[in-house]
């Protein structure tokens, strides 16, 4: 005789992202879109009102096409889970301010419907969508990553050099945003802020920051560079606690997200200071998102016998 159990037989899968406590996707998204205020708040101050235009297009045109998309794909409409939101204020963060709305419609068009619904959707996709969006976008559009001068240094609009290019900013601007680079990405104080916030309301841990910002001090002084510098520039704080804190990309064990920091950082250093390939922050993030399902395996706690 079979011993049939209700309770057994209406059990369902769910995708990730996995949370312990009674938190909807929408919840999260909503704690992480507040998080990335201050950073769109500081944006809007160093870079001036087209900061703001460019994330608020972005946003707006990444809940378009995930809802469109949903609709063509007779899926269930994610829109306003706010994900595709957030996909759109990360990828915007990581622009110049003056870069063209047009193509910056394409970068979302490439993040919502390429990397994350033809992947399954919603908790499915296996790279991050604003990081490898903004990977092929500058393959795409590379003239069009020219970062103009912050808005506080200069009367008239003019361009200027990245932190990383030109190695002379100093830390206090790093730390502030005083300093060209993408437009939420900058400001150190502002990303530790919103950092902050996700953190006291639990919405990610400090595992993986921890691990990929050490990693990355300690590599850089070790290979001979300034390693406090390496932190500030580059918007490495930015891949710290949003881009390598995402639920579905990275692991889910404390063990997981350490080794996944830990390697991040050192692909990011050895891609930086020997290989010199441009763009290797992104790469660094999207190579370990493609790693995650081996962390998880390697790293998940095994059941006592």
Known sequence: MTDFRPEVAELKSFAAPFVKEDQSTSKIMTHVMIGLLPSLLLSGIIFG???LLLTGFCILTAMIWEKLCCLVMKRKNTSDDLSSAVTGALFAFMLPANFPFWKAGIGTLI?????KQLFGGTGRNILNPAAASRLVCWFLFRSSFIYPEPVLNTDVESIGETSLQSGTDVYADM????VCGGLGEVSVIALLTGAFYLIMMRVISLHEPLAFLGTLLVFSYIAGRDGI???LAGGAVLAAFFL??????TPTTGLGKIIFGVLAASILCTLRFFVHVP???LIAILVCNLLTPVIDRFTETKPRE
């Open 279 to 281: 763009q290797n922050m």
């Open 49 to 51: 009102g087209s900061a």
């Open 111 to 115: 993040a919502i419907v390429v990397f």
């Open 229 to 231: 510098y390496q932190v």
């Open 175 to 178: 730390f502030l945003g005083r």
């Open 244 to 249: 390598g804190s995402d639920y579905v990309t």
